[in-house]
């Protein structure tokens, strides 16, 4: 059993670092939160990454930059943090905040797409730094989920921003483009086409997320066809996935089994829960770090595409069959060992991109999206904190 006492001070550091590492200015999230903190020094990549996302504060005598780019999917994941946190502590700061991110993103981001057509209205640009369309289905797949737990709960905030409204437009947008695109990647929608890679869980399971969301206010059969379809294409090219891609099918098939109740998602689910005991490392609780935009290693602890997304669906999986409870709560164990502690604000509090279980200290090498001098706001730092504190509540993700 995870002690009380380590998930608060875990979530106390947590909430010390968005508020004092810089991620954001003013720190009250008027303006959103930054993609990331980059350690430069040392970090044969960390050109590569301010020549990809040219939007950035440098402290170069301190050795880090913030990379600032206002991306949708982190600011929505940062505001369901400080719900989160809200309920935990009490605190009516902490849920101003999360108003504060959401009023950046409807109201002053300009990365909602109000018009342009039925092909588009309703989905999330990337970032405030691009000027063309830049659609991902696994931003939106988060944007899309995260709205619609947010209006099932806060009916204040559903009321100021449409977040129900909004939320079942992405998720029909969602369910219309994925059969073209599982079908051709190289689909298109005339000015614009959908990015990622929907035979990889990543980005196909996200998707069934968030539909299976949506499906908690209108069960519509269209839904139902891409995850029921996505569910018998995973079980059939299952020992064609990483490790690194196991937390995300897991979290797509609970989401939809907790909606559906149907033996195709709870299925789907064992097969990838049982897939992650399998791999993980009894003595540690860490998965093998596999996802092609980190450095690879068993003995990495990957944070950005791997362990964040097994703790979660892990603990959903907990929900429904507790014989895998033990597995997720040492994945969580592992987390909370490695938070961040060092004095400097930028990293007192948080989870780097990388963990070197062999060395015990943060490192594993880099690449220019993942690895240990990444610390993302979204994806990693919010989410990683969103277990904690189901953790703490006796919650899962899915059935929140």
């Excluded at 979530?11 to 991620?23: I, P």
């Excluded at 303006?31 to 950035?56: Q, Y």
């Excluded at 206002?70 to 505001?79: I, L, P, S």
């Excluded at 059969?221 to 690194?244: C, G, M, N, P, T």
Aim: charged share 20%; aromatic share 12%; glycine share 8%.
């Amino acid at each position: 059993m995870l002690s009380k006492t380590a998930l608060r001070k875990s979530l106390e550091m947590t909430r010390k670092w968005f508020r004092e590492s810089g991620v954001m200015i003013p720190e009250n999230g008027l303006w959103g939160v930054a993609e990331r903190v980059l350690l430069t020094r040392n970090n044969k990549t960390a050109r590569k990454t301010l020549d990809a996302f040219p939007a950035w504060t440098a402290h170069e005598k301190e050795g880090y930059c913030i990379i600032e780019q206002r991306r949708a999917d982190c600011c929505m994941q940062t505001a369901f943090l400080c719900l989160r946190l809200h309920e935990i502590f009490g605190i009516q700061h902490i849920h101003s905040v999360a108003r504060n991110l959401l009023s950046f993103l409807f109201n002053r981001s300009g990365l909602l797409q109000r018009t342009g057509g039925e092909h588009i209205e309703g989905a999330w640009n990337w970032s405030h730094i691009r000027s063309d369309l830049s659609i991902w289905f696994d931003d939106n797949a988060w944007m899309a989920v995260l709205m619609l737990k947010m209006s099932a709960h806060y009916p204040e905030l559903n009321r100021e921003f449409g977040l129900k409204e909004w939320g079942l437009k992405l998720a029909d947008l969602l369910a219309q483009a994925f059969p073209r695109y599982f079908a051709d990647e190289k689909a298109s929608d005339g000015t614009f086409s959908w990015h990622g890679n929907l035979r990889l869980p990543h980005w196909g399971s996200l998707v069934c997320q968030a539909l299976a969301e949506a499906m908690k206010f209108h069960p519509k059969k269209e839904y139902r066809a891409v995850i029921d379809e996505y569910h018998h294409y995973l079980l059939e090219h299952i020992d064609s996935f990483s490790s690194s891609e196991y937390g995300y099918a897991l979290l797509g098939a609970t989401a939809a089994y907790a909606v559906m109740k149907d033996n195709l998602s709870l299925k789907t689910a064992r097969a990838f829960a049982d897939r992650i005991v399998g791999v993980m490392d009894p003595a540690t609780g860490n998965l093998p770090s596999r996802h092609y935009e980190a450095p690879n290693g068993d003995h990495l602890a990957d944070t950005v595409y791997t362990l964040n997304w097994a703790a979660l669906g892990m603990q959903n999986m907990a929900q429904f069959d507790d014989k895998y409870t033990a597995a997720g709560e040492k994945i969580l164990e592992l987390l909370l060992r490695i938070q961040d502690t060092s004095s400097e604000p930028w990293l007192y509090g948080c989870w780097r991109g990388m963990y070197d279980l062999k060395a015990d200290a943060w490192g594993g090498g880099d690449s220019y999206e993942g690895g240990a001098s990444s610390i993302y706001t979204g994806w990693t730092n919010a989410p990683i904190a969103w277990a904690v504190a189901f953790a703490m509540q006796h919650k899962c993700f899915a059935v929140h």
